[in-house]
């Protein structure tokens, strides 16, 4: 049975007192081999094979070892340079979209490259050849009828290429060869001439050692150089770089050969993906130090520090012994602290609507192409992989991109700029990046959302930058090419492997894009056209509003607009206007000159009238150039609002948070936040536990328009006895605007124990949960506990049974169980007797399983926490003691409110009622109910073994029913107070110390 395998890693930490270390170890190719050339006909007359529609899933193995450190690693907050809304510059819509095609292959691997006439696609495994304006040449046929080294090979991973120097295709694909006597392979062919259709191929088949998985090619002056992510398992001193003699492949010689290197110093967490600088443009640089880069996680083991590592291939195809790859560069300076591993390396990650199985966020790769562009003054290098924006609050896929330059041809490569896209709550993924011969780059991805809400299915957008925009923004609002139609359809969860944006070399500024979309059970690679570098030699247009922004407005207000010259030609005395809430427009003439392709502010002289408190206004910005030949992007609308000069209020309570040994002093912290429009300081603020007294005191200090600050109360808070605490903190500043906004409320905890420190990387316990009006879809693994108690949902208990909902990402053999407690008696003790479920079998991966349960006919009515516990019970940790902490599995806690239906209109009052129990110290306690019943009610205590202690009668006293307790003279012990009529009430457990 395969298992998880706990490792224990001693890592040494060492600090890098330089951006860019430079290393001495160099080795030269581990191995050497060549191949012949065998050709095929024209595909114009060849026998093209049928594509295969048949449901096929391809390669689904070298996945390698989780090599995570769990807790190791930075960042441990959000991603410090998270884009956090999209850009504003409007764009045109797609040129040309088509699709490229129409598969069940799992997963499909998209790729395609545009040439000087025609588009090659080819996906698992087959491929067909378009022209550029999107009409079929070639239709879908297997790689096999390319003929000659692919005749019946079609084991996948394709990869289409385009040599602009040479006005040459190359497709790749490896062999598995599973089975046959013949070993792995990389297969090649190569266009005899510029057209695909018509001038034949030549192919090739490279023998290996081992087989070349993911393999990407890449384009240096002495080579073709292949990426592959080999031997994952061992990597050190494997080959897995591979170079090509691109000079005899092109002219069909016999006896190319092949060379392969490892990469010294590589670490990785099992699937890896570096990638080689590829060159796109008619210019190659020159001869040798051909890069290879790759990211290091300093969540992996053996990396302490995350960067960017580059390693030297220089070839000798003279003495190609002689050959050598080196490492050269680890580039930390500018490289801002990422999290690019999600959920210990596995290849189900990121949830989707619909439910089914989360798909694969294609980490560990430099995602395809890794463009290098040669400019007149530096080198450039584009690249992204994926990242966790938020690891510590739960999965939120963003991309990491970069843009790094070199300043002339052997200077050392540094970050220009790096941005991570994620600009909301969807994930993004899947990226290929490029940038044009003007320094522009886009960036094409993938999108999916699993909030009901706004669900988005898999989906294919783009945005991009231009070259003059401020560093690390894409600037341009993001379009799209396709939006999906349904989820990924299978239960591998495997998505792409990869999307492939190329770049034509015809203008060297349109990017075509290929990814993959779901239409039902089939798997679309959709090919989508799109530029937005100039190409009308007289464009303008506003781009965003600089000011005013929402604050405390006047009737005097400077209205500031942003202008992008879009054309080729400079532009000047054109007018520029303005408008109010559809009103009259103000027009006047920008006198300046506005250079192609760049941006300036204008304020006009006439002020606006925005002085109405709370009034949000809509203000429509334009240009009005006569000989402007696209209209579509003159006009903007931008949203102000006349915020009020006094509104602010608690927006979240930061401490304490649930524990197993909170204090009778515990701090409350919270966090203020200014919602007006002038700054305000001096702000009361207050809390209040339970219904105990409030707790008032004063903020001091200042905070700004649209900003906020954290406060602790000098005044502690008692949360000794075990229990769950409701807390509100408030604002009461006078004259506030807005009361509303005010308040936050949550609850804590103090439990009787917490099991943290189980290992849940390998997908072990529970990561959805669905219960009543309660749904937990995206649950991360943190420490194996985590604290949801702060939400609540309502339990009748005259309905008799309930169904709760749960999914894990670990299940063999029937090993994978889980146990369900609800705190019936309130004493933060989860009791055998109150264990609802126990050891049920979650039976597979990813799937949502409903388990029914039900409530003792006497359980109390109000909220009781609930814990929740699953995980691998063939190993250590007895998985029904709610304390124990398991080796693999996860805890996590809720609350439930217990309710009947069937009580009446009285009843229903006091339900609705909290009863608490207050100590005051010296054995003296206080019982509060709040409630708007106001007849007279009973209150009794009674002790553990059922002896009634007090009896006596109890009344409102406008408020709330109060009554003081003198246990000064009780035993120490757990004692139950109990508060109502005859036939219903609440009951509260307090313990006499």
């Known amino acids: 049975m395969m298992k998880k395998i706990l490792v224990l890693f001693v890592f040494s930490f060492v600090f890098h007192l330089n951006s860019i270390a430079q290393t001495n170890e160099v080795t030269g190719p581990a191995f050497i081999d060549s191949a012949n050339v065998v050709k095929s006909i024209a595909l114009s007359k060849a026998r093209l094979i049928p594509s295969d529609k048949k449901p096929k899933l391809y390669n689904p193995r070298n996945r390698g070892i989780n090599r995570v450190v769990p807790g190791k690693g930075l960042p441990k907050t959000i991603n410090p340079l998270l884009q956090t809304k999209m850009g504003e510059i409007q764009v045109k819509?797609?040129?040309?979209?088509?699709?490229?095609?129409?598969?069940?292959?799992?997963?499909?691997?998209?790729?395609?490259?545009?040439?000087?006439?025609?588009?090659?696609?080819?996906?698992?495994?087959?491929?067909?050849?378009?022209?550029?304006?999107?009409?079929?040449?070639?239709?879908?046929?297997?790689?096999?009828?390319?003929?000659?080294?692919?005749?019946?090979?079609?084991?996948?991973?394709?990869?289409?290429?385009?040599?602009?120097?040479?006005?040459?295709?190359?497709?790749?694909?490896?062999?598995?060869?599973?089975?046959?006597?013949?070993?792995?392979?990389?297969?090649?062919?190569?266009?005899?001439?510029?057209?695909?259709?018509?001038?034949?191929?030549?192919?090739y088949r490279f023998n290996l050692e081992s087989l070349p998985d993911y393999p990407k090619i890449s384009l240096w002056n002495g080579g073709?150089?292949?990426?592959?992510?080999?031997?994952?398992?061992?990597?050190?001193?494997?080959?897995?770089?591979?170079?090509l003699e691109r000079d005899k492949m092109l002219q069909g010689e016999d006896d190319v050969r092949i060379l392969g290197f490892p990469l010294p110093g590589i670490r990785n967490n099992g699937f890896y993906s570096p990638a080689g600088f590829s060159s796109v443009g008619a210019e190659l640089p020159p001869p040798g130090n051909a890069p290879i880069i790759y990211l290091q996680d300093d969540e992996w083991a053996g990396v302490n520090q995350d960067h960017l590592k580059i390693w030297h291939i220089n070839v000798n195809w003279d003495a190609v012994a002689s050959s050598t790859i080196a490492e050269s560069q680890e580039i930390t300076s500018g490289v801002s602290p990422f999290t690019a591993t999600f959920d210990?390396?596995?290849?189900?990650?990121?949830?989707?609507?619909?439910?089914?199985?989360?798909?694969?966020?294609?980490?560990?790769?430099?995602?395809?192409?890794?463009?290098?562009?040669r400019f007149d003054d530096h080198n450039s290098v584009v690249m992204n992989f994926v990242v966790d924006v938020e690891p510590t609050a739960g999965k939120h896929a963003g991309?990491?991109?970069?843009?790094?330059?070199?300043?002339?041809?052997?200077?050392?490569?540094?970050?220009?700029?790096?941005?991570?896209?994620?600009?909301?709550?969807?994930?993004?993924?899947?990226?290929?990046?490029?940038?044009?011969?003007?320094?522009?780059?886009g960036l094409g991805f993938t999108v999916v959302n699993d909030d009901v809400r706004e669900p988005v299915f898999p989906s294919i957008r783009y945005t991009g930058r231009f070259s003059n925009d401020p560093l690390g923004i894409m600037s341009i609002d993001e379009q799209s090419i396709v939006e999906g139609?349904?989820?990924?359809?299978?239960?591998?969860?495997?998505?792409?492997?990869?999307?492939?944006?190329?770049?034509?070399?015809?203008?060297?500024?349109?990017?075509?894009?290929?990814?993959?979309?779901?239409?039902?059970?089939?798997?679309?690679?959709?090919?989508?056209?799109?530029?937005?570098s100039a190409t009308e030699p007289n464009d303008i247009g506003a781009i965003s509003l600089e000011s005013p922004e929402s604050s405390t407005l006047t009737a005097n207000e400077q209205i500031t607009v942003r202008l992008r010259n879009f054309g080729l030609n400079p532009q000047s005395d054109f007018e520029v206007s303005y408008s109010i809430n559809g009103g009259a427009e103000v027009t006047e003439v920008f006198t300046d000159i506005l250079e192609p392709e760049s941006f300036a502010n204008f304020t006009f002289t006439e002020p606006a009238d925005l002085s109405e408190i709370g009034e949000n206004y809509t203000i429509t910005l334009s240009t009005n150039l006569e000989i402007d030949s696209n209209n579509s992007n003159d006009a903007i609308e931008a949203q102000v609002r006349n915020l009020p000069p006094r509104d602010v209020g608690v927006t979240s309570i930061d401490s304490p948070v649930t524990s197993e040994e909170l204090t009778a002093g515990e701090q409350i912290t919270v966090t203020i936040e200014n919602f007006g429009g002038e700054p305000q300081q001096d702000i009361p603020v207050s809390y209040q536990v339970g219904n105990n007294a409030p707790i008032i005191e004063t903020f001091e200090g200042a905070i700004g328009v649209g900003e906020f600050e954290v406060f602790t109360f000098d005044q502690t808070a008692n949360f000794a006895n075990p229990g769950r605490y409701p807390i509100e903190a408030r604002t009461i500043l006078e004259d506030d605007f807005e009361p509303s906004n005010d308040a936050e409320t949550t609850s804590i905890s103090n439990l009787d124990c917490i099991p943290n420190g189980s290992d849940c990387t390998a997908g072990d316990g529970i990561f959805y949960f669905e219960l009543g009006e309660f749904l937990n879809e995206r649950i991360p693994c943190t420490t194996g506990y985590i604290d949801f108690s702060e939400g609540s949902t309502d339990l009748d208990r005259s309905q008799g049974e309930f169904t709760v909902t749960v999914k894990t990402n670990f299940a063999e053999d029937d090993v994978e169980r889980?146990?369900?407690?609800?705190?019936?008696?309130?004493?933060?003790?989860?009791?055998?007797?109150?264990?609802?479920?126990?050891?049920?079998?979650?039976?597979?991966?990813?799937?949502?399983?409903?388990?029914?349960?039900?409530?003792?006919?006497?359980?109390?009515?109000?909220?009781?926490?609930?814990?929740?516990?699953?995980?691998?019970?063939?190993?250590?940790?007895?998985?029904?003691?709610?304390?124990?902490?398991?080796?693999?599995?996860?805890?996590?806690?809720?609350?439930?409110?217990?309710?009947?239906?069937?009580?009446?209109?009285?009843?229903?009052?006091?339900?609705?009622?909290?009863?608490?129990?207050?100590?005051?110290?010296?054995?003296?306690?206080?019982?509060?109910?709040?409630?708007?019943?106001?007849?007279?009610?009973?209150?009794t205590v009674h002790n553990v073994l059922g002896q009634k202690m007090i009896e006596n009668q109890i009344v409102n006293d406008g408020d709330a029913y109060v009554y003081e307790l003198d246990m000064s003279y009780a035993a120490r012990g757990v004692y139950l107070l109990r508060v109502g009529t005859r036939d219903f009430g609440k009951v509260q457990r307090f313990i006499v110390k």
């Open 344 to 373: 210990g390396g596995s290849f189900q990650n990121l949830p989707q609507p619909g439910g089914g199985v989360d798909i694969d966020a294609l980490q560990g790769a430099m995602m395809y192409m890794t463009q290098y562009r």
């Open 93 to 203: 819509s797609p040129e040309l979209t088509f699709d490229g095609a129409i598969t069940r292959a799992t997963p499909s691997d998209p790729t395609g490259a545009v040439g000087r006439d025609h588009y090659v696609n080819a996906w698992n495994s087959e491929f067909a050849i378009w022209d550029k304006a999107g009409n079929v040449l070639v239709p879908g046929s297997s790689l096999a009828s390319i003929g000659g080294t692919f005749t019946n090979e079609t084991d996948g991973d394709p990869i289409v290429f385009y040599d602009e120097p040479a006005d040459r295709f190359i497709l790749m694909q490896f062999s598995v060869n599973e089975g046959s006597s013949s070993p792995p392979a990389l297969l090649f062919a190569v266009s005899q001439g510029s057209d695909p259709v018509n001038d034949g191929w030549y192919t």
């Open 818 to 939: 889980f146990s369900m407690w609800i705190d019936l008696n309130d004493n933060a003790v989860f009791e055998s007797s109150e264990r609802l479920i126990t050891s049920e079998v979650i039976p597979e991966v990813n799937t949502e399983f409903s388990y029914d349960f039900s409530l003792p006919e006497d359980a109390k009515l109000g909220q009781h926490l609930l814990r929740i516990r699953a995980g691998d019970t063939s190993f250590s940790g007895d998985l029904n003691d709610p304390c124990s902490v398991m080796a693999y599995g996860t805890t996590h806690d809720y609350s439930v409110n217990i309710i009947d239906s069937t009580l009446d209109a009285e009843d229903f009052i006091l339900n609705e009622a909290e009863l608490v129990v207050v100590s005051s110290g010296n054995s003296q306690y206080r019982a509060i109910m709040e409630t708007s019943f106001d007849e007279p009610l009973r209150i």
């Open 224 to 243: 073709y150089y292949i990426t592959t992510n080999k031997d994952a398992l061992a990597p050190q001193g494997q080959e897995i770089v591979y170079v």
């Open 485 to 532: 139609e349904s989820p990924q359809p299978r239960p591998e969860g495997r998505y792409g492997d990869y999307a492939h944006l190329s770049i034509d070399p015809v203008d060297g500024i349109t990017f075509w894009h290929n990814g993959e979309f779901f239409r039902g059970q089939d798997r679309v690679n959709k090919v989508g056209v799109f530029s937005f």
């Open 399 to 441: 991309i990491r991109w970069y843009e790094l330059r070199q300043q002339a041809d052997g200077q050392p490569w540094t970050v220009y700029q790096e941005g991570t896209y994620a600009p909301d709550a969807s994930d993004r993924f899947s990226g290929s990046i490029g940038i044009d011969i003007r320094g522009n780059i």
